[in-house]
């Protein structure tokens, strides 16, 4: 496995990590009536690179469920992510 790769791995992994804590956040934040983290930040985490960790962070915590924009928009975005990958490796870029 290449650096390159090794780094790409890590990153999402990081992210991905970060999705999930920042909805379990956000979501024991709303229950104590407690200072919300933003949904745009929700959104950016998940658009650069946590957007499986956002998207299982929403079921795993019940979390944002009812808003149509994210149970439309955190999917899209997963979906965004998985076919730039395969471009990506396609053209020989990953």
């Known amino acids: 496995m290449e650096l390159k790769h090794i ?3 890590v990153y999402l992994v990081i992210m991905n990590i970060v999705g999930i804590a920042i909805m ?3 979501k024991s934040k709303a229950k104590h ?5 933003k949904e745009a930040t929700l959104f950016g985490v998940s658009f650069i690179g946590g957007s499986l960790g ?4 929403m079921y795993m915590f019940r979390h944002k469920t009812k808003h ?3 149970v439309i928009g955190m999917p899209l975005i ?9 471009f990506l490796f ?3 870029i990953l």
């Open 54 to 57: 956002t998207l299982l962070g």
């Open 90 to 92: 396609m053209k020989g």
């Open 33 to 37: 009536g407690a200072w919300r983290i």
């Open 68 to 70: 149509i924009y994210f």
């Open 78 to 86: 997963l979906i965004l992510h998985i076919g730039l990958g395969v």
């Open 7 to 9: 780094i790409l791995l």
């Open 24 to 26: 379990g956040i956000d």
